[in-house]
């Protein structure tokens, strides 16, 4: 099971920090990604992190605003988002899969979380 939280409402500019709490014990070997859905879009790739920690993948839209990290101690995932836009404002969903490769790709990942809303509004 994946919970998120750290969503709300900001202005353009600001930061928000998303976390993403795992309760199986397998999360720490497990790839983990972040998607976000905005309404009446399709789901879309933001970023993902190895099972490492030590190679991460990022959409070109948030490629040096976004940061994502684990840490396989807590079973926790991360996403640092900085210079919010209102293009960003979306349901953000955190997600992992069993295999190594950092896919892009929604139905890559096997489990999910419930979601978290972003909304970037002056």
């Known amino acids: 099971q994946l919970v998120e939280s750290g969503g709300g409402l900001v202005q353009p500019g600001d930061s928000l920090r998303l976390s993403c709490t795992a309760s199986?014990?397998?999360?720490?070997?497990?790839?983990m990604a972040w998607f976000r859905q905005a309404p009446g879009k399709v789901r879309e790739f933001v970023a993902a992190?190895?099972?490492?920690?030590?190679?991460?993948k990022y959409d070109d839209t948030v490629r040096g605003r976004f940061t994502v990290s684990r840490n396989n101690i807590n079973n926790t995932a991360s996403l640092q988002m900085n210079s919010l836009k209102p293009d960003d404002t979306a349901v953000y969903y955190c997600?992992?899969?069993?295999?190594?490769?950092?896919?892009?790709?929604?139905?890559?990942?096997?489990?999910w979380g419930q979601g978290t809303q972003v909304t970037v509004s002056s």
């Open positions: 997600a992992s899969r069993d295999y190594a490769y950092l896919s892009a790709v929604a139905s890559d990942y096997d489990y």
């Open positions: 199986e014990r397998s999360f720490s070997t497990n790839t």
């Open positions: 992190i190895s099972w490492t920690g030590g190679t991460t």
